[in-house]
Structures are given as C-alpha cells and as structure tokens.
C-alpha cells in the first residue's frame, strides 16, 4: 500500500528555520517525483517545491526560492523540505506528493501544520 507520511511542522518564530520530512512506504522514492505543496486558509493549494525522478533536477516557486531546500535521502527513503529565514506568510498545512513526473501527482500525504508567528 502506498503512503505518505509528512512530519516535522509546528510553531516557529519569524526568521526560524523547521524541516519537514515525507515519508514514503510501499514504493521507492527514487523512481518518482515529489512535491511540497502548502494550503493557507482561505487560499488554493499552491506548489512550493519539487524534485524530479529522472535528473534530480528541482523547482522553488518564487515565494520560497533561496529560503527552502528539497533534498531526498535515498536510504531512508524519504524527502525532507527544509525552511528557513520562515515568514508569516508561510503560513499553512504543508503537504507532500508523488507522482510519476511533476505535474502527475497520484499520492498525497495528510498534510503537517506549520505556523509562523512570534
């Protein structure tokens, strides 16, 4: 059975950092794709990062780009989302995504909180 597992959000000050880890069971993260997505209240889905199976290659919307790393860790076959210098405006349930290339995402994970407040 295919699973995503996210961890890692909580409460954070302005300007702290959280990693946020995806947790697959039933596949191997090697051979998909994986997103990060974030839902705000009141606001659509939006994607936040992603790596690709096929080249490793990654994406950053603007929003986060220089601030949020995506890393995979084959062996634990996991993918972790690691934010910095976080703002109020990052805000939202954190979810992560599998699919068979980007933009095809057939797996989600049930979403982890994370709020940015002092």
């Known amino acids: 059975q295919v699973q995503l597992v996210e961890s890692g959000g909580g409460l954070v000050q302005p300007g702290g950092s959280l990693r946020l880890s995806c947790v697959a069971s039933?596949?191997?993260?090697?051979?998909?794709?994986i997103g990060w997505f974030r839902q705000a209240p009141g606001k659509e889905r939006e994607g936040v990062s992603c790596?690709?199976?096929?080249?490793?290659?990654?994406y950053y919307a603007d929003s986060v780009k220089g601030r949020f790393t995506i890393s995979r860790d084959s062996a634990k076959n996991t993918v972790y989302l690691q934010m910095n210098s976080l703002e109020a405006e990052d805000t939202a349930v954190y979810y992560c995504?599998?699919?068979?290339?980007?933009?095809?995402?057939?797996?989600w994970g049930q979403g982890t909180q994370v709020t940015v407040s002092s």
């Open positions: 039933g596949f191997s993260l090697d051979y998909y794709a």
């Open positions: 995504a599998a699919g068979p290339n980007a933009g095809r995402w057939s797996d």
């Open positions: 790596v690709r199976s096929s080249d490793g290659s990654t």
